[in-house]
Nanobody, 119 residues
Framework: QVQLVESGGGLVQPGGSLRLSCAAS????????MGWYRQAPGKERELVAT???????NYADSLKDRFTISRDNAKNTVYLQMNSLKPEDTAVYFC?????????????WGQGTQVTVSS
């Protein structure tokens, strides 16, 4: 069974930092794009950032100055470094990846990790 598992969320004060991790596990042949999305209460899920297997990244325009996406292909893991956090960054953050396994390609979502920015 192939799955994505996020970690690293929590409560942080405004101006603080958090680093999210998402590891893909199972019988994986390869992983193409990986990314992070977020969903705040009462709002639709939105793109945070994506990164290709070659390391090319793409960000939501409003976040590119504070957030950094990276990945470790050897560990099948994607990271999201979030700095200068604001209360409006409060959301559930979801990992997403295009994963090739024995049956073929699947687009997977993690279960989400809560990030709360509050004093």
């Amino acid at each position: 069974q192939v799955q994505l598992v996020e970690s690293g969320g929590g409560l942080v004060q405004p101006g603080g930092s958090l680093r999210l991790s998402c590891a893909a596990s199972g019988s994986i042949f390869s992983i193409a794009a990986m990314g992070w999305y977020r969903q705040a209460p009462g709002k639709e899920r939105e793109l945070v950032a994506t990164i290709t297997s070659g390391g090319t990244s793409n960000y939501a325009d409003s976040l590119k100055d504070r957030f950094t996406i990276s990945r470790d292909n050897a560990k099948n893991t994607v990271y999201l470094q979030m700095n200068s956090l604001k209360p409006e960054d409060t959301a559930v953050y979801f990992c997403n990846a295009d994963v090739q396994h024995r049956i073929g390609w699947r687009n997977l979502w993690g279960q989400g990790t809560q990030v709360t920015v509050s004093s």
